[in-house]
């Protein structure tokens, strides 16, 4: 009896999660698709046209820098807490207390001391760059736990079976234990670029809201979060909102499917 009805919550809500779900989508495609024009994808923004697609290059432009910034330091840092720490040691603790924490942060907070801290202390005004490392900053912990989670997750037989063939800590991490937590690791990097694009108030702190391809990472842009919200809050162009909300869904949609391919790639690898 128990049983059955533990089978049937688990049952109802997956129905009202996936609900809720197609509900959002649905809506989003239903407002956003019908003004979805050829002007919208314009090379230059006018208030005219609206376009996004400076919009669109900032924003990946903005995933690219973040992730070569948090990635490495996340990754590495991972590796060093289960790998080389020695566990149970009151370092590896207090970091995890640490990212746990900093995970928790609202955006806002790392908008503000993006703010203080690379656009006024360091002197990198309102700029990709400025942006960029911000989301690294948020993105940080994300990676780091999720990286190191995957790590915990490869058997120490993977390891014992390296050693005892003669090879060393070094070479083990990189071609034994990395290959197989890469499917923990990429899912890690799908929930940062999902954060990364789906970010506004750190960006309206440190990236500005300039509507035109950059001159370089110390230009001015706004990311195609930042354009929605834009659009939205000036009330002319509600409609060019929604429409911008879809191509976001789309953008999101087709990174975590390559993320999910380039998975199954390395995992057959």
Do not use: C, W
């Not at 495609?29 to 006018?46: C, E, K, N, S």
């Not at 942006?131 to 990286?147: D, E, H, K, Q, S």
């Not at 083990?172 to 506004?200: C, N």
Request: charged fraction near 10%; charge should be positive; glycine fraction near 10%.
């Amino acid at each position: 009896m128990i049983t059955r009805l533990l089978r049937i919550l688990v049952i109802v809500a997956a129905a009202l999660t996936l609900g809720s779900l197609a509900l959002v989508v649905g809506y989003i495609l239903v407002r956003g698709v019908p003004y979805i024009r050829p002007d919208l994808f314009a090379a230059q923004y006018t208030t005219e046209n609206v376009s996004m697609l400076p919009a669109i290059v900032n924003t990946l432009i903005m995933t690219a820098a973040s992730l070569v910034i948090a990635l490495p330091l996340g990754v590495f840092a991972a590796i060093y807490l289960v790998e080389y720490a020695r566990r149970g040691s009151r370092l590896v603790a207090l970091v995890r207390v640490t990212a746990e924490t900093l995970a928790g942060i609202p955006s806002i907070i790392y908008g503000l001391f993006g703010l203080l801290f690379f656009v006024t202390a360091l002197r990198m005004g309102f700029s990709i760059l400025a942006g960029a490392m911000t989301l690294a900053v948020m993105i940080l912990p994300l990676v780091l736990r999720t990286t190191e989670e995957a790590l915990q997750a490869v058997p120490d037989l993977y390891r014992e079976g390296a050693f005892g063939l003669g090879a060393g800590r070094l070479r083990t991490v990189f071609r034994i234990v990395l290959p197989a937590a890469a499917p923990g690791i990429l899912a890690g990097v799908i929930l940062a670029v999902g954060r990364i694009v789906g970010e506004t108030a750190a960006l309206l702190y440190t990236a500005g809201t300039v509507a035109s391809f950059p001159k370089g990472l110390l230009s001015s842009g706004r990311t195609l979060s930042v354009h929605m919200f834009a659009l939205a809050s000036e009330g002319m162009y509600v409609d060019q909102a929604y429409a911008t909300a879809v191509v976001l869904l789309v953008m999101v949609f087709g990174i975590n499917a390559l993320s999910g391919f380039i998975a199954k790639r390395v995992t057959k690898g």
